[in-house]
């Protein structure tokens, strides 16, 4: 059964029966000049009635089967997946779990400036910044734009991917004893600190694909000074 629309608000989670949990995928993009940034995307996610904690690794494999081979199909070679972390958050002393791998994108041209990106959104249908979401993926290959769009042929992968998200909104994922469901946690109403932690969110209802290509800021290299 999946999650209600709808928010939620400070729910205390159940360290012994978790709630919620956070999945982040890490990959890294080569620059020019050899040197490499990490790019982060955050998936977090609620059960419906819990029952003792189960595995997270099993929780990133079911992640990891269902978003990456779109994802991959969506960068160039200059982006490696590097890893899946993933950690319960009801209690925040708890320890996250990592999974390596090394997963090159599998689109062999050439890419945009590593600060570009493209972006999905994540709707709640409720209107608050609390309830609305976003994540970005970079390493775009030339031939997916036309000027400052997706054109037709970065439509297709990239509404692949679109979809792959979407899809965990009705079938979720498991971690062997649970099912998961993506949500939006609200940052400024939730206490991530406290043991057990106090979250505020709403259940995603949607994704949307942006098809304008966006920007990372603070992934642009810095211009070097001659001396």
């Known amino acids: 059964m999946a999650l ?3 928010a939620f608000i400070r729910v205390a989670g159940t360290p012994a029966t978790p ?7 890490r990959g890294i993009t080569t620059e020019s000049n050899a040197t490499s940034k990490p790019c982060f995307n ?7 009635g819990p029952g003792a904690g189960g595995s997270l690794l099993t929780l990133m494999n079911a992640f ?3 978003i990456e081979t779109q994802l991959l199909a969506c960068v160039t070679a200059d982006y490696t997946l590097d890893s899946y972390l993933a950690k319960y958050l ?12 090394a997963n090159p994108g599998t689109v062999s041209t050439d890419r945009g400036p590593s600060f570009n990106s493209v972006v999905v959104r994540k709707k709640s249908g409720i209107a608050s910044r609390s309830y609305r979401g976003s994540m970005h993926f970079g390493a775009v290959p030339e031939t997916f734009t036309t000027k400052d769009e997706l054109n037709s042929t970065g439509l297709t992968p990239y509404n692949s991917l679109t979809a792959a998200f979407s899809n965990l ?7 062997g004893v649970n099912t998961f469901f ?12 406290s043991n057990p932690a106090i979250i505020s969110g709403a259940a995603v209802t949607s994704y949307f694909l942006n098809t304008k290509i966006g920007t990372m800021k603070r992934r642009k290299e810095k211009t070097p000074i001659a001396l």
């Open 64 to 66: 990891q089967a269902s």
């Open 42 to 48: 955050i998936i977090d996610f609620r059960c419906v």
């Open 182 to 193: 993506p949500i939006i946690i609200s940052s400024v109403q939730s206490n991530l600190l």
């Open 169 to 175: 909104i009705s079938s979720g994922i498991g971690d």
């Open 4 to 6: 209600s629309p709808g």
């Open 19 to 25: 709630q919620f949990a956070r999945i982040v995928i």
């Open 90 to 101: 009801d209690n925040p002393l708890s320890l996250p779990e990592v999974k390596s791998v």
